[in-house]
């Protein structure tokens, strides 16, 4: 199915442990995004990208590496889990940039780190 | 600072009710304003985009309105269903140093009873 999705949908780890979180697009879009969402705070950008092999940080990205070697895919990687961590995260796609583009979002990732 | 403010944080209203929910901004220079509907455990859905010039615009039984001089917008929502339960972000495209960024409210959590 075209679309959005991310995997896996849940995730138990340990502190320390890495955790790599993938999002796949049937698109083809420029853009894509990572977002996490926590209570008490609007969704914050963790990573984007522009383009393959195009990835710049966003308001919070210590602690994760992102990687864009293909259009359709932006896998995001936590090196070592940590309990601030615990989150769910949505990766996003658009067409356009932010100014202009309708985002698209994934179903989330509900991630827990013990 | 750019800031997005919801209210109110949280709502419950009877089925076939039409309620408003209100965005303020202060986020410049502007460049367009979203709302989107998050069902519980599912990711953000675009709701309407609306740009600087345009003052009101419908997606079905959803209305938002923009006053980009007071920097407010609200989402009205008529003839409520149990579907309406969701909570609904504001978002805020702002421009700074050249690129772009969206700023997110923290959503207003709406509850629609039989």
């Known amino acids: 199915d075209a679309g959005i999705t991310q995997s896996p949908r849940y995730k138990i780890t340990e502190t320390g442990r890495q955790v790599t979180l993938m999002c796949h697009q049937t698109?083809?879009?420029?853009?894509m995004f990572w977002y996490r969402q926590d209570l008490g705070h609007g969704l914050r950008l963790i990573y984007y990208?522009?383009?393959?092999?195009?990835?710049d940080k966003g308001e919070v990205p210590d602690g994760y590496v992102v990687s864009r070697s293909k259009t359709e895919n932006f896998p995001l990687t936590l090196e070592s889990a940590t309990r601030s961590q615990t989150s769910v995260y949505f990766c996003?796609?658009?067409?356009?940039?932010?100014?202009?583009?309708?985002?698209?979002f994934g179903e989330g990732s509900r991630l827990t780190v013990l | 600072k750019n800031q997005v403010e919801q209210s109110p944080q949280s709502l419950i209203i009877l089925e076939g009710k039409n309620c408003t929910l209100q965005?303020?901004?202060?986020?410049?220079?502007?460049?367009?304003l979203r709302w989107y509907k998050q069902d519980t455990g599912r990711g953000p859905v675009s709701l309407t985009i609306?740009?600087?010039?345009?003052n009101t615009k419908s997606n079905g039984r959803y209305t938002a309105t923009l006053d980009a001089d007071t920097k407010q917008s609200s989402l009205h929502i008529t003839a409520s269903q149990l579907s309406d339960s969701a909570s609904y972000i504001c978002?805020?495209?702002?421009?700074?140093?050249?690129?772009?960024?969206?700023?997110f409210g923290k959503g207003t959590k709406l509850t629609v009873n039989p």
């Open positions: 996003a796609s658009s067409e356009f940039s932010l100014a202009t583009g309708e985002l698209f």
């Open positions: 698109w083809s879009h420029s853009y």
């Open positions: 990208s522009a383009a393959a092999d195009i990835t």
């Open positions: 965005c303020n901004y202060t986020v410049s220079p502007f460049s367009n």
């Open positions: 609306m740009t600087f010039s345009e």
């Open positions: 978002v805020v495209s702002a421009s700074q140093g050249g690129s772009e960024k969206l700023v």
